[in-house]
């Protein structure tokens, strides 16, 4: 049956008039990249965090930028650093193969904000970044809705305290800046640049509403579900949307048209490419 599911999915991708990957944090565990799956999974990766008892969702809000900056950019700027200097699995190569082979008529929707796929060679024109960017910066207190590149270098980071010496500042009003990423409780982020990615998303869906389209969802949990939803969703109520979902975990689909294939994110794009070998 495995192998079955991976030949359908390989006969599906080539018979694809256009491509929409869609990919959660499951993506960048094949390139040495956290999942913070848990507590115990975040803990591990941060152990002075640990110590503190808090979790992700305590981390990945904007109120710790306020009440503890050092702490805060200490977090961030060391997956800032981490993500800098990731190199993408494999998995990504075959992918930007796979849409090459489509005349590029591709888009790319991630939770993800380690700006992995763009390193990888995909054009950021077809990305669309539901939770922001951490290569993006803005205001802590939105100043303006300005939203910057981050052009600094490494920003050094005591990590027994998991504290960063140094802290970037707004370059309007030069109080502090923090990252233009989605987080939880956010009332502050500024979405200019989200929302501009999703309207060119909406013009390609709308270039392709009569193509037949496949949905390849890379790493995509039910914890945070934005993704996941989206293919679900897509795929149930269009009639040539075809949802192709690969993770190790979590590979259950409820259209009998899909396919889930329990594998992990390199191995799985891996299979379908080859279609089996």
């Known amino acids: ?39 115990e999974g975040f803990w ?27 702490f805060a950019w200490g977090f961030y700027g060391h997956r800032l650093n981490l ?5 993408p699995h494999n998995g990504f190569k075959l992918l930007l193969d ?13 939770s ?28 802590t207190h939105a ?5 910057w590149r981050n052009h600094l270098d490494e920003i050094k980071i005591d990590m027994d305290k998991l504290e960063a010496q140094t802290l970037p500042r707004c370059k309007n009003c030069k109080e502090l800046a923090r ?13 200019d640049r989200t929302d501009e990615q999703n309207k060119k998303f909406h013009n390609w869906r709308f270039k392709n509403k009569d193509k037949k389209i496949v949905i390849i969802e890379i790493g995509a949990g039910s914890a945070i579900s934005t993704i996941r939803n989206f293919g679900d969703k897509l795929s149930n109520f269009e009639k040539n949307v075809t949802l192709i979902r690969i993770n190790p975990r ?16 390199e191995k799985g794009i891996k299979k379908i490419y080859y279609g089996n070998e």
């Open 112 to 139: 993800n904000v380690d700006g992995q796929f763009q390193k990888a060679g995909f054009n950021e024109d077809k990305i669309y970044e539901v939770h922001g960017s951490i290569h993006y910066l803005q205001c």
């Open 98 to 110: 796979l849409v090459k082979q489509k005349e590029n008529n591709y888009f790319i929707l991630t």
């Open 44 to 70: 591990r990766a941060y152990p002075p965090i640990a110590k503190l008892g808090y979790d992700f969702t305590q981390m990945a809000n904007p109120v710790l930028f306020i009440n503890n900056p050092k």
């Open 143 to 147: 100043c303006t809705e300005s939203i």
């Open 83 to 87: 993500y800098r200097s990731t190199i």
């Open 250 to 265: 979590e590979d259950e689909v409820y259209n009998p048209d899909n396919i889930g294939i329990a594998l992990g994110g």
């Open 1 to 39: 049956m495995f192998k079955e599911k991976i030949s359908m999915a390989h006969d599906i991708i080539n018979d694809a008039e256009a491509v929409i990957i869609t990919a959660g944090a499951g993506m960048g565990v094949d390139s040495g990249l956290p999942d913070f799956r848990g507590n």
């Open 179 to 191: 990252p233009n990423i989605l987080m939880f409780g956010d009332g502050q982020f500024i979405n």
